[in-house]
């Protein structure tokens, strides 16, 4: 009798041990902890960026270091930019060339121009009379034998030369009266636009040989360093997007209609657990998942899910990526919609 009553204790001990087991067990199986507030378990989620500079040359700068917070539009990287620059000046070159080419052709032709067209045609009229004149001379002589048959012939050759000298000026009076053809303006215009876009193109390689973060972030690795060869296909760093920030959670079918985008959400985290951050519904997956291992234990795993992205708010920089969170969605308070945007899966994961 003795022995039973010192094991009653004991086995009083072992029930409540396993009762409260049980009630732990049950608790962490279902998220519902009241009719106001389900309570969802997630990791954080940012988006990470691999940052390539647009242009083949050697890196001449690196302007930040692993961990270091960036801005969009701060300079991050810089190229060897002498060819680039080379470029452009040859670009320029043939922009500034062919304008002149255009602006000559629009102008027509100069009224100089057109004076010595005149002037070249009085001198083709009179080189045109001194030849027939010429001709007409040794006509009279040959007809008298007092000279030979191939002086007449000499001077009837330079007569209708100069005839034809005299047409080509006639012509070419006419062409300077006319100006140019629209076809050829048509022509050096198609050329200059050509030229523009080559200049176009020259800057933008130079522009590209700099390398600005795209938006706010945390520089997470730096991949290439000074006198490295760097390419498209090379990045340089890869950037951790701070904004948005959300936690990737997951809520069982059951759960699935007592929320919706919008709603109000509660984020805590082990590492502050002193603090909240507010968050909102941002997304709701479209279609069911098996939940990932890292989320529930094996019983739960064969059970389908559905993912929820709850944006946060992280003002202070506290929230990193993969830290594990607590969310609890605010039932009965919706949040307003205008942050309800959904945004597409994180390049992280």
Not at 15 to 28: E, F, H, M, Q, Y
Not at 95 to 113: C, H, M, S, W
Not at 142 to 154: K, M, P, W
Not at 244 to 261: F, H, M, N, T
Request: net charge negative; glycine share 6%.
């Amino acid at each position: 009798m003795t022995m039973r009553k010192k094991a009653r204790p004991a086995i009083a001990l072992v029930v409540l041990c396993a009762i409260g087991a049980g009630v732990w067990l049950w608790r962490s199986n279902h998220k519902t902890t009241s009719d106001d507030v389900l309570v969802l378990y997630g990791n954080v989620d940012i988006r990470q960026v691999e940052l390539a500079i647009n242009g083949s040359e050697r890196v001449t700068g690196l302007f930040v270091e692993e961990g270091d917070r960036v801005e969009k539009g701060r300079l991050l990287a810089k190229l060897e930019t002498q060819r680039f620059e080379l470029a452009v000046e040859r670009a320029d070159a043939q922009v500034k060339a062919q304008e002149q080419v255009v602006a000559r052709l629009e102008a027509g032709t100069r009224i100089e121009e057109i004076r010595k067209a005149k002037a070249d045609l009085k001198t083709a009229q009179a080189a045109l009379d001194d030849a027939e004149t010429t001709y007409k001379r040794v006509s009279a002589l040959v007809r008298r034998n007092a000279t030979s048959e191939q002086n007449l012939d000499d001077a009837e050759a330079a007569a209708n030369s100069a005839r034809a000298q005299l047409e080509a000026s006639k012509a070419v009076l006419d062409l300077a009266v006319a100006g140019p053809r629209k076809e050829d303006i048509a022509q050096a215009k198609a050329l200059l636009k050509r030229y523009e876009a080559e200049l176009a193109l020259a800057q933008r390689d130079l522009k590209d040989a700099s390398l600005y973060a795209p938006a706010d972030g945390v520089i997470q690795d730096r991949i290439l360093e000074v006198g490295d060869m760097a390419s498209p296909q090379k990045p340089v760093f890869t950037l951790a997007l701070t904004d948005p920030l959300w936690v990737r959670a997951y809520i069982s079918e059951p759960d699935l209609g007592k929320i919706q985008e919008g709603m109000k959400v509660v984020v805590e985290t082990d590492s502050f657990p002193d603090k909240q951050y507010s968050g909102w519904i941002g997304f709701i997956s479209p279609t069911a998942e098996f939940t990932p291992k890292a989320v529930e234990t094996e019983e739960v795993r064969t059970k389908l899910v559905y993912q929820v992205r709850v944006f946060v708010d992280n003002p202070n920089g506290e929230l990193r990526l993969g830290m594990p969170v607590t969310a609890r969605v605010q039932l009965k308070t919706p949040y307003p919609s205008k942050n309800t945007e959904p945004i597409g899966d994180s390049a992280a994961g």
